[in-house]
RNA sequence: ACUGUAAAUCGCUCUGCCGCCUUUUUCCCACCCCGCCAUCGCGGCGGGGUGAGAUCGGGAGGAAAGUCCGGACAACACAGAGCACCGUACCACCUAACGGGUGGGUCCUGGCACGAAGGUGCCAGGAACAGAGAGUGUCGCAGAAAAUUACCGCCCCGUAUGGGGCAAGGGUGAAAACGUGCGGUAAGAGCGCACGGCGUCCUGGCGUAAGUCGGGAAGCGGAUAAACCUUACGGGUUGAAAUGCCACGUACACCUUGUUUCCACGCCCCGGCGUGGUGGUGUGUUGCUCGCACAUCGGCCUCCGGGCCGGCAAGGGGGGUAGGCAGCGCAGAAUUUCGCUGUGAAGCGGAAUCCAGAUAAAUGGCAGAGGCGUGUAGCUUCCUUCGGGAAACGGCGCGUGACAGAAUCCGGCUUACAGAUUUACAGUGCUU
RNA sequence: GGCUCCGUAGCUUAAUGGAUAGAGCAUCUGACUACGGAUCAGAAGGUUAGAGGUUCGAGUCCUCUCGGAGUCA
């Protein structure tokens, strides 16, 4: 399944927050990963249906000034999670374990493709 | 042909695979509600709603940007008046409206032509272009003087250094009291005259008007209004994080201000109550003043000044939530196109079309082809001062651009922009 | 998506439209000291965020651009 639909976005501002407050992070370059495990009974779970994690892209503006350059990249991101998000999925279910992610991207100038799916399957390894 | 400037138009196309957003296209499935039929029961048909899926369509810009103006739309406010504040500023027109646009006028700058010259005409570009003759202020340094001025100077009288007249020449400055010439005079000066310049007033022609071409009168004492200001016109405030509804959730806990004076009339248990008026306090009315509207209540104590408690009005501060629906793309100041009217902005009429709606925010990723640009082998032709240069064809490589991403919607303005095309103007070269 | 405001030396700031933009701290050089600090003397450092306009003259007035900050249900 190598979709990207509304129930795997991470929109929740309040889930968000306590992303930032309380979660772990590592970095796979050209990304910073923070995650946050999802207790079974947070009433946010509702939202997620089928998935077992829900992402959110943030480019910064300071780095990036213009519009155009952000969307792109984020765009790439979110193409290289999509297409490699199965492995993944499958640890995910394995420690039956539902999970809040965000990838920030920290580098300094405009990366290609290439480079930024490699950061994401290296994200993807070294998943704890 | 090339280069530059200005204006206008465009600002990559196609195919495959995997994805994203969207819906009153159609279909299918599940659940819920209503009606009818059938009934022991299972159920069948029709309509509506919700959710998931499939399918057919649609899916960023000329500036989507800056948020500089103007509206639509919405909420709140509003008996009204004055002042303040803010904005606009040659005239007419266009427009829903505008600080936008179109046309015209005036002035300035540059070029060309004509003329002995003052100047006149044509072309191009520019102008926040009302008023400095309503008032106030300011004008550093220099200079005698920066707005009713006299340093050097010129002239007359006296002759010693004084008294008086003048503003031509010199000098300072960004700016020095209409310009040139002649007369005039002791010397001079619009003091007089000729020609010219400048506005003001009266007046005639043309023009809707700004204005312009004449005639006459009295004149000529700087600049600055993007200094205060004057005049005319306009402006209620806040903006989709507005606003309405649903869901979740919390704290009427705390602090500050106000809660009243006098007069008249009536009642009675004779110091209280009621009514009316007046002022005070607080709040609202964009700011201020007037005016208007609302609140100004009850209890207890008292040394009769007032104090305390509760309620009410308003403000401060704090706590909770931060999810959804509407607003929101809607047949309209709509888009495309044709015709007519108008110098033009634009208007009127006909035909066709319905054309993005996301919300940590969709419109993408990979591969291939074409076109375009660019670099470099090669080859052909032409020119040659034999160093080389130009053009066409073309294999391979690279890039596909620049500025830049809708966020309620329109009309403008401003700013950014690789490259392509067209038109106009200017310059250079070649040919005739 | 709006609204409000700010920009002067490295930092903090001053300047009524008037000459070459003035201070303090910091920096550098010299003096003092055995050395350092403190002190004294001197120097350097400004496209007044950028561009255009008004004016004789602009940090100041006006317009546009750039950068930054605050605020809202």
Same mark, same amino acid.
């Given at each position: 399944?190598? +979709?990207? #639909?509304?129930?795997?976005?991470? @929109?929740?501002?309040?889930? $968000?927050?306590?992303?930032? &407050?309380?979660?772990? #992070?590592? $970095?796979?370059?050209?990304?910073?990963? *923070?995650?946050?495990? *999802? !207790?079974?009974? %947070?009433?946010?779970?509702?939202?997620?249906?089928?998935? &077992?994690?829900?992402?959110?892209? #943030?480019?910064?503006?300071?780095?990036? =000034? +213009?519009?155009?350059?952000?969307?792109?990249? @984020? &765009?790439? $991101?979110?193409?290289?999670?999509?297409?490699? =998000? !199965?492995?993944?999925?499958? @640890?995910? +279910? /394995?420690? %039956?374990?539902?999970? /809040?992610?965000?990838?920030?991207? *920290?580098? =300094?100038?405009?990366?290609?493709?290439?480079? $930024?799916?490699?950061?994401?399957? =290296?994200?993807?390894? @070294?998943?704890?």
């Amino acid at each position: 399944m190598r +979709t990207f #639909s509304t129930n795997e976005r991470l @929109k929740s501002r309040k889930l $968000i927050g306590r992303l930032f &407050r309380e979660g772990n #992070s590592y $970095i796979a370059y050209p990304l910073r990963v *923070v995650w946050l495990p *999802v !207790q079974p009974d %947070d009433p946010a779970l509702a939202t997620f249906g089928e998935a &077992r994690a829900q992402l959110a892209i #943030s480019v910064p503006r300071r780095t990036f =000034k +213009t519009a155009v350059q952000r969307n792109r990249l @984020k &765009r790439r $991101i979110r193409e290289a999670y999509r297409l490699n =998000k !199965q492995l993944f999925y499958e @640890k995910l +279910t /394995a420690a %039956d374990q539902h999970i /809040a992610l965000m990838l920030v991207l *920290v580098a =300094k100038e405009e990366v290609p493709y290439a480079t $930024i799916e490699a950061g994401v399957q =290296k994200m993807i390894r @070294k998943f704890p």
